[in-house]
């Protein structure tokens, strides 16, 4: 088990074969034939992928300013990288075209949440107990797969901390990271990035919901019940003698019509809706548009009052968009090179190698680009290929307890540290915007996810996938 | 001079200059957040930021900020938490949290943080 996990894991970065990413929703029926006369990626070409996970990863930790004045220039060079030697080299355009559409539709999607999100503020004139944060976990943990993890961090952390206000402490922020920005979200294609990236491939929306659900349950109560026990041996602020008169308001709920158009345009794709039109040779559909116009008007008619609540900022998603443009551009290698080495290593693997692998990576890359090249290594086991929509559908069938290993590791493990997965350092921002001396990203692993995530990562490891 | 309570009741604004900020009060800092910077050592020596008083008015410099305008949207504001001069710093009462926005002509409306606005001390 572990030499395979470490071959796994290494096999990730240092891989030499070849498959195709594809966004067929959106620019067409991909053409297998027409993919095989393409050259191999040389495995050199993975190291700006690596060189981009590596400066996410140490960035922010270890030379902050530097980072935050020059990320943009650094993922978009890396990517340029990636761009020029499939242009020039290996003359393939196709590739390309396939990530620039997934990365649209990523961003539409994310961009689009994060904004109608924003523009709702929520006030709570009442006093927090254990009992109340836990079920307004359990809330979070919900709404984050109606409004993704990213909708529901920026809109309830604000109001989880502002109860919590006379008894906060850094494990309240990152019980929230860990059930509403991460595990919450496993149940819909919405809820977290990775799924959202699994559904562009041709996972059926719900299949989420219908096999994951009775690992999701159990893990998230047993994350809040920890929680709970935590919560309960916290007794500052009980002296506090603030009135509370247990109102709930809201601001700019009319917001919440752009998430339901949001959650709607999900749908509006001609792999899912027949009718759909395409808009080929464009590398965005109708779902895109009316994303991207829900970023506009949602913005431009939000409550200003609302906005002033939430202290919107445009950088968090500006931030997300370089990033991922990188990262879209140069993991195409990578997923092309890796599906090859798990159809070479094909019985070797099994759910518990997939799952701990991609927990593993998902922790400390980021988890949308780890889940792909693990769908796309389960596949080649297959001899499937994760480019064609037909083939995922296949392999959905046939290596459905591949596929559940991978969605709950991605999902669940984007917890383990603050750069497993987008929303965790926005709630970390948003809190030390408000004043809370947040752990360091090591005390936060040492204190928080190996006590915590790791015997509970464990548990289902034992329970599901061993 | 004006009292930082004058300057609240009077809608006094202050002013500022790339990562300068003017604010025309003195004042005990305690706490300064800037986007998601705390800033807690007001030393000499503190890297992040060097506090200035002249006759009539503070200046901040913020050393990690090029210009603040850039960090800060039109929603965001940098929050203090201070204390009058002549107020008794220990007494927890006299904390007054404040907010300070950055508008266009270089004017920096200061405000007491509302209700809505995340501040823990």
């Not at chain 1, 030499?3 to 594809?22: E, G, K, M, T, W």
């Not at chain 1, 309830?156 to 309240?172: E, G, M, Q, T």
């Not at chain 1, 596949?379 to 296949?394: A, N, T, Y």
């Not at chain 2, 266009?104 to 209700?115: F, M, N, Q, S």
């Amino acid at each position: 088990m572990k030499s395979r996990l470490i071959f796994i894991i290494c096999l990730f970065f240092l891989n030499a074969a070849f498959i195709f990413p594809v966004s067929g929703n959106i620019t067409g029926e991909l053409n297998s034939i027409e993919q095989a006369n393409h050259n191999l990626p040389d495995p050199i070409m993975i190291a700006p992928f690596v060189l981009l996970l590596v400066a996410i990863a140490t960035g922010p930790v270890f030379y902050r300013h530097f980072w935050e004045h020059h990320y943009p220039k650094i993922s978009i060079s890396l990517g340029l990288i990636t761009v020029l030697y499939y242009l020039i080299i290996l003359k393939d355009l196709h590739s390309l075209t396939h990530s620039l559409a997934e990365f649209l539709s990523f961003i539409a999607l994310l961009s689009s949440l994060f904004v109608a999100s924003g523009g709702i503020l929520i006030r709570i004139n009442r006093k927090a107990t254990p009992l109340f944060n836990s079920i307004f976990l359990l809330f979070g943990a919900v709404t984050s797969n109606l409004i993704g993890t990213t909708g529901a961090s920026m809109l309830l952390i604000r109001p989880f901390i502002k109860i919590n206000k006379d008894r906060i402490a850094p494990y309240h922020i990152i019980f929230f990271i860990f059930i509403v920005s991460n595990i919450g979200g496993a149940l819909t294609p919405i809820g977290d990035p990775p799924l959202f990236l699994g559904f562009l491939r041709g996972v059926p929306f719900f299949w989420v919901l219908s096999n994951v659900w009775y690992i999701w349950l159990p893990v998230t109560l047993l994350v809040i019940g920890i929680f709970y026990v935590l919560d309960s041996l916290n007794k500052k602020g009980e002296q506090e003698e603030t009135a509370y008169d247990g109102k709930f308001e809201f601001k700019g709920l009319k917001n919440l019509i752009f998430l339901g158009i949001i959650l709607l345009a999900v749908f509006l794709d001609p792999a899912v809706i027949s009718w759909i039109p395409g808009l080929g040779p464009f590398p965005f559909g109708i779902r895109e548009i009316i994303m991207f116009l829900v970023v506009y008007i949602s913005y431009k008619t939000a409550d200003a009052e609302a906005l002033k609540g939430n202290e919107f900022d445009f950088e968090p998603i500006k931030e997300v968009a370089y990033l991922f443009a990188g990262i879209f551009a140069t993991m195409i290698p990578a997923l092309q090179l890796i599906a090859h080495e798990a159809r070479a290593m094909g019985e070797q693997l099994n759910a518990g190698t997939f799952y701990w692998a991609t927990g593993l990576l998902s922790g400390f890359l980021d988890n949308a680009p780890t889940y792909l090249n693990f769908l796309s290594a389960a596949m080649g086991k297959f001899g499937l290929d994760v480019g064609i929509q037909e083939q995922v559908r296949q392999f959905v069938t046939d290596g459905s307890i591949y596929l559940q290993a991978i969605s709950i590791a991605a999902v669940f493990f984007g917890a383990m540290t603050y750069i497993g997965n987008g929303p965790n350092f926005m709630v970390k921002s948003i809190s030390e915007g408000a004043g809370i001396e947040m752990p360091s990203f090591f005390s936060y692993i040492i204190k928080f996810s190996i006590p915590v995530l790791i015997p509970v990562s464990i548990l289902i490891w034992l329970v599901f996938f061993n | 001079m004006s009292s930082i309570e004058e300057v609240l009741k009077n809608k006094k604004s202050g002013l500022y200059y790339n990562n300068r900020l003017i604010l025309p009060f003195k004042a005990h800092f305690l706490k300064v957040v800037v986007e998601h910077e705390i800033i807690t050592d007001f030393s000499p020596a503190s890297k992040g930021i060097l506090i200035k008083e002249e006759k009539d008015f503070t200046d901040l410099y913020f050393h990690d900020f090029k210009n603040l305008k850039d960090v800060l949207s039109k929603y965001e504001a940098i929050k203090m938490v201070v204390v009058e001069k002549d107020k008794d710093i220990f007494n927890l009462n006299n904390h007054l949290k404040i907010a300070v926005y950055l508008k266009e002509k270089h004017e920096a409306v200061i405000e007491k943080t509302d209700e809505d606005i995340l501040f823990i001390e």
